[in-house]
């Protein structure tokens, strides 16, 4: 492996123009029509990129384009196309997520509260973070960053869907050892939680994922962690429910968790439908060590549920 590096005081200074961010953008082709419409990116040649960029004169414009290569463009045969970091820039400008700051009205969420059970739960926006909160028992269920792009092209109707897929595909791709923010390698273990005072809460253990590469951090209930886990997928099908439809901020009140031993830790996560109860024994690190399906024995109390949370 080989790792050219680029000090990012050097590697950004460029950045600081108008005329680049323009060229940049250029590259990015507006493509489709109506719901497909999207951007791609292409190639362009020295004049079409000096007519998109607002540039006075060509002298002036072909410096401001030798800044850009070839850290961000590089000129092939067709013209200049981007770099990897030249698309991740590009990329970063369009959809808003250096420049964006998104507020919005809260919407109403049509799932029951996970810990009144009343359909009151809302999702309000503010500076791209969602917060889902009861308005009937006053309760946070979660507040997570969601990016100004997916803010723009979501409606009202189909932000909290998005949302949630995100988050879900988030949780499993940390569990299953890749970060969703860089591609590096993450790790996963299960702790208690840490309450506001620093003091750690001996109930309930929370899954902390993160990322060594770029630090991204998530914590979420250890369920969350088996949403994908083929005994689960397979017991919800059984029982004709599509685990697809079950949001973050309401996995369902049939799930309980308890926590068997905490060194070494393993927590007994279980659901129960129709009579039968599926139980998974969950390991340090968050995975399934041990399945069973049985008759359901009598119900035990309900723990809270709650979702995923970003480290602050
Ligand atoms: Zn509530
Ligand atoms: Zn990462």
Redesign the pocket.
């Known amino acids: 492996m080989t790792d050219d590096s680029v000090d990012p005081g050097e590697a950004f200074r460029p950045l600081g123009n108008e005329v680049r961010t323009r060229v940049l953008t250029a590259l990015l082709e507006p493509v489709g029509e109506g719901e497909g419409r999207g951007v791609a990116p292409t190639t362009k040649t020295f004049s079409e990129l000096f007519e998109a960029s607002g540039a006075e004169t060509t002298a002036g414009f072909a410096y401001h384009l030798r800044q850009l290569t070839d850290h961000y463009l590089r000129e092939t045969d067709g013209g200049y196309t981007f770099t990897y970091a030249g698309l991740q820039i590009a990329r970063a400008i369009v959809s808003g997520a250096y420049t964006e700051s998104v507020d919005r009205e809260p919407v109403t969420i049509p799932d029951p509260?996970p810990?009144?059970?009343?359909v009151?739960?809302r999702a309000a926006v503010a500076d791209n973070t969602v917060s889902v909160s009861?308005h009937?028992?006053?309760?946070d269920v979660l507040a997570l960053p969601f990016p100004p792009g997916g803010h723009r092209t979501h409606d009202d109707e189909s932000l909290p869907a998005a949302f949630d897929r995100l988050y879900r595909h988030r949780v499993a791709l940390l569990a299953g050892g890749t970060c969703p923010e860089c591609g590096g390698r993450a790790t996963s273990r299960v702790e208690y939680a840490e309450r506001g005072d620093g003091a750690l809460d001996p109930h309930p253990p929370r899954l902390h994922l993160a990322c060594g590469a770029c630090g991204y951090t998530l914590r979420c209930p250890v369920t969350l962690a088996v949403f994908d886990h083929p005994a689960v997928v397979a017991f919800y099908h059984d029982h004709g429910v599509d685990l697809r439809e079950r949001p973050i901020w309401n996995v369902g009140r049939e799930w309980r968790e308890a926590v068997l031993s905490d060194d070494p830790w393993c927590v007994r996560v279980s659901t129960e439908l129709e009579g039968e109860t599926l139980e998974l024994l969950v390991g340090r690190d968050g995975t399934v060590v041990e399945t069973a399906r049985h008759s359901s024995p009598t119900s035990e109390p309900a723990t809270d549920s709650a979702a995923p949370s970003t480290a602050r």
């Open positions: 509260c810990f009144c059970g009343e009151g739960l009861c009937d028992c006053g309760r």
